[in-house]
């Protein structure tokens, strides 16, 4: 069974970086795509980063030009690097990851916790 671990939450000042890492655990790293997703208290769950197996990447239109996803298949694992961060980007964040390209997000993370507050 596919077990997804978030881990590199914490609480930063407005115009900080995070890294967080996602590791698969019970699957090679072959999803056919990955991503972050985020919520925050009082909101929906919102896309912000997705990466395909070939590399292919997209991003919420908030986080273009500060956040960068990437994936290493042989570590098993997914990162989202988050730079000049914002409080609007306090919120849970998910690791997520999809089998073909016509299935939904069927694998989900518990989520980790990312905090931006002076």
């Known amino acids: 069974q596919v077990q997804l671990v978030e881990s590199g939450g914490d609480l930063v000042q407005p115009g900080g970086s995070l890294r967080l890492s996602c590791v698969a655990h019970?699957?090679?790293?072959?999803?056919?795509?990955t991503a972050w997703y985020r919520q925050a208290p009082g909101k929906q769950r919102e896309l912000v980063a997705s990466?395909?197996?070939?590399?292919?990447?997209n991003y919420a239109n908030s986080v273009k030009g500060r956040f960068t996803i990437s994936r290493d298949n042989a570590k098993n694992s997914m990162y989202l690097q988050m730079n000049s961060l914002k409080p609007e980007d306090t919120a849970v964040y998910y690791c997520?990851?999809?089998?073909?390209?016509?299935?939904?997000?069927?694998?989900w993370g518990r989520g980790t916790q990312v905090t931006v507050s002076s």
């Open positions: 990466i395909t197996s070939s590399g292919s990447s």
């Open positions: 019970g699957s090679p790293f072959s999803f056919y795509a």
């Open positions: 997520s990851a999809k089998d073909t390209l016509y299935s939904s997000y069927d694998y």
